[in-house]
């Protein structure tokens, strides 16, 4: 569920106030980088359509590895009806539909996979760049300030950790890809930007 604009407000003030510099995780743990559950690659599957990891998955990329029950990945939407054949035909089960645009697939050895269909003008450009950005497994992960982008827009409580943990990590020239992004797709939040930022380079002081 997508908070309100003015809870997600209250929410980084209150973090704000009460985090203190190198209150957070130990360095060492906030720059671990794992891949330990792996998960269907769909580079065979779905080629030549582009496609890129997102959601928990990806984040492990940028922060320490969260445990996660499936797999989310974004399509482009005029591609929808494509990649569903492409998946019917590599054994996968069709689940629903999903209320934030997309469909639910079980893989043939029982994995939950999300299938995003995205419209957003800067889709195909992360998608592109995302296939020279893989983790450790070899799956294409949506870049980061896109990434970022995509869980402000969600916009619940586990997301805006995310982006905290995330955006604590990485360096000026990242950061100011994300803004850049920020500027020109959501100035409104620019504000709860770079609270977020600031929440994230304090838990990273230890």
Known sequence: MELPKTIRRTLIDMALRRQRSGTGSARKFLTTRTTRLIWPDFTTIL??????????????????????????????FEDRQKVSRKLKLAGFVYQGELNIGGTSWMTPNNKMVDVLEG?????????????TNRDAQGLPILPLPYLVLMKFQAGRIQDLSDITRMLGQVD?????????????YHPQDIED??????????????
């Open 47 to 76: 080629k030549p359509l582009p496609w890129a990891v997102v959601g928990a998955v990806a984040t492990r990329l940028y922060m320490p590895e969260r445990t996660t029950q499936d797999l989310d990945i974004i399509i482009r």
């Open 119 to 131: 419209k957003e003008a800067w889709l195909s450009s992360a998608l592109a760049e995302a296939q």
């Open 172 to 184: 000026e020239a990242q950061l100011n890809i994300t803004r850049a992004l920020f500027a020109e």
């Open 193 to 206: 930007l770079e609270s977020l930022i600031v929440l994230g380079q304090l838990e990273m002081k230890n």
